[in-house]
């Protein structure tokens, strides 16, 4: 899921080309990015800039430690 929200956030939140870099159907996004909004329990558009920034400070912080 994760790897999904990243590819949604880096493709401006295109479904279609999150699809394509993640080599998946548009469906296939769409339903994890539902299935995100359910276990947030918040829509992406109201929560989508914290959620992005939680994405990338999880990445710099898996960088530090290795």
């Not at 548009?26 to 909004?37: D, F, G, I, P, S």
């Not at 914290?50 to 960088?63: Q, W």
């Amino acid at each position: 899921m994760r790897k999904t929200l990243r590819a949604y956030f880096a493709a401006n939140r295109n479904g279609a080309s999150a699809a394509a870099a993640l080599g998946v159907s548009r469906q296939t996004v769409k339903n994890r990015l539902r299935a995100a909004e359910e276990l947030i329990g918040r829509g992406l558009t109201e929560c989508a800039a914290d959620l992005e920034t939680a994405l990338r400070l999880e990445k710099v912080s898996a960088i530090a430690i290795e």
